[in-house]
């Protein structure tokens, strides 16, 4: 498949464990130290080459639009009142609009991880490749994630699928496992997901996790999927992945190496990244670190 340079973020969620603080601030918008979780998935596409960030959302997430929007005057005036100190943040707000272009889509559809994707079908030509991926889950990497799927794409000609190495019990519990032949280590050319198989029962240590790289004919297979659902359980994008499979298209499961997988959609999982994230910056790290061994005393 040839370079993607559109990428589709779901944010349509409540994010309802997370009530009340996502009762008028959307959960993608939670800060991660001095940046909300989305603005992390951004900067991941636009280090990897993409161009047009489609975010399909719902009524109460007009702050992720005004995050990427130009800065007011009135703020960039008070920020210039306080003189050269303050230019580092004038320049972070200002990059915001010019990181990507954004076009921003209401979700319709039934319930389901289907959905927002198919919201953006107009968008997308049906033989181009997109990224498809969420705002409250990332994988922090060097290279990014996308980086590393995309070049696994163009290296398989094929579908990318970002996974984790999993190794403790209840992960096989939580999340779907990749099944089909190893090409090598840590890639899987995919004949289905065994979802939540349990450690005795799984066919790999793979867990599917974040994001797809997928090609442009899943419109079409998802527009038909769209005409025959009927309404009950979920619309999700699994059973579409396995009749493409199903059909000759090749999938793989890749695990992004060199990085670690955070779940911020889990306040304690949430609660880990931000420390995570606060022991590696350089201006309080090392503060941090020593006040949590202290409360831990």
């Known amino acids: 498949m040839r370079k993607p340079t559109k990428a589709i973020i779901a944010a349509a969620g409540f994010g309802t464990r997370f009530l009340p603080q996502t009762k008028a601030m959307p959960k993608e918008m939670l800060p991660l130290i001095d940046k909300p979780i989305i603005q992390y998935v951004v900067e991941e596409l636009v280090e990897a080459g993409i161009k047009d960030i489609i975010i399909i959302g719902s009524a109460n997430k007009r702050a992720i639009e005004d ?8 703020l960039l005036a008070n920020l210039r009142a306080g003189g050269p100190k303050k230019q580092p943040f004038i320049d972070a707000v200002q990059n915001l609009a010019d990181m990507a272009n954004f076009i921003y889509i209401r979700q319709k559809g039934p319930y389901g991880n289907a959905t927002p994707l198919a919201c953006a079908s107009h968008l997308i030509h049906h033989d181009e490749p997109v990224i498809y991926t969420f705002a409250d ?8 994630r996308f980086k590393q799927m995309i070049e696994a794409s163009e290296s398989l000609d094929g579908a990318v699928l970002s996974c ?16 089909g032949q190893a090409v090598k280590d840590g890639v899987i050319k995919m004949t289905n997901i065994v979802e939540k198989p349990g450690k005795e029962n799984a066919p790999s240590d793979l867990a ?39 059909d000759g298209f090749d999938f793989y499961g890749v695990e992004i190496t060199n990085g670690t997988y955070y779940d911020t959609g889990d306040k304690l999982e949430y609660l880990k990244t931000v420390i995570d994230f606060g022991l590696r910056d350089p201006n309080f790290g ?4 020593a006040h949590l061994a202290d409360r831990l005393k």
């Open 164 to 179: 984790k190495k999993i190794t403790d019990d209840a992960e096989f519990d939580r999340y779907g496992v990749v099944n």
């Open 286 to 289: 090392d503060k941090l670190r």
């Open 208 to 246: 599917s996790v974040s994001s797809y790289l997928l090609p442009g004919e899943i419109f079409g297979y998802l527009d038909k999927a769209k005409e025959e659902f009927d309404g009950n359980g979920e619309f999700t994008i699994q059973p579409i992945m396995q009749q493409m499979i199903d």
């Open 67 to 74: 995050h990427f929007d130009e800065p007011n005057e009135e």
């Open 137 to 144: 889950d990332f994988i922090a990497a060097s290279p990014s």
